[in-house]
């Protein structure tokens, strides 16, 4: 039952992901919302991969590489290098990641070592780069790289 509900969140994810994904980010709104959903994909991500599911942990991949992708557009359009190229790094570690899992018997540590090496070095770099502020006040786009 247990592992049922953990596919069924996982799905409902991905889905929610994907929704997203398939759209623009038009608006703020539209950017939080992509955030949020990235945030939950890749909590999902190291927890599947914790448990084993490399199934489920390839759903998360692919929430993710969809929102990316979407990322990937913005900030092209956004004439803002930097970041295209984060989301670019960011692409080819799922892509990575999503061959290992793939593997007949996945490596489980090496395979959490690349979701944390994403996570790492792909969100945190794009945060550090974009964002400011903390849990407490909340975050936002630096001054200087506010796209909206």
Same mark, same amino acid.
């Given at each position: ?59 998360? #991949? ?21 970041? #295209?190229?984060? #989301? ?61």
């Amino acid at each position: 039952m247990r592992r049922f509900t953990i596919c069924l969140a996982a799905a409902l994810i991905a889905l929610a992901g994907a929704a997203i994904a398939q759209g623009k980010i038009a608006t703020l709104a539209d950017h939080v919302a992509l955030m949020k959903s990235n945030a939950q994909a890749n909590g999902g991500l190291n927890k599947a991969v914790g448990s084993g599911d490399f199934g489920g942990a390839r759903m998360q #991949v692919t929430t993710l590489r969809q929102n990316l992708t979407t990322l990937q557009t913005f900030w092209m359009e956004k004439k803002n290098a930097d970041a #295209v190229k984060v #989301v670019k790094e960011g692409l080819g570690r799922l892509d990575a990641l999503d061959k290992m899992l793939g593997a007949v018997a996945p490596d489980q540590v090496a395979a959490q070592a690349a979701a944390k090496e994403f996570g790492g070095g792909t969100c945190g770099a794009c945060h550090k780069m974009l964002r400011e502020g903390d849990a407490q006040t909340g975050f936002r786009f630096q001054a200087a790289a506010n796209p909206f």
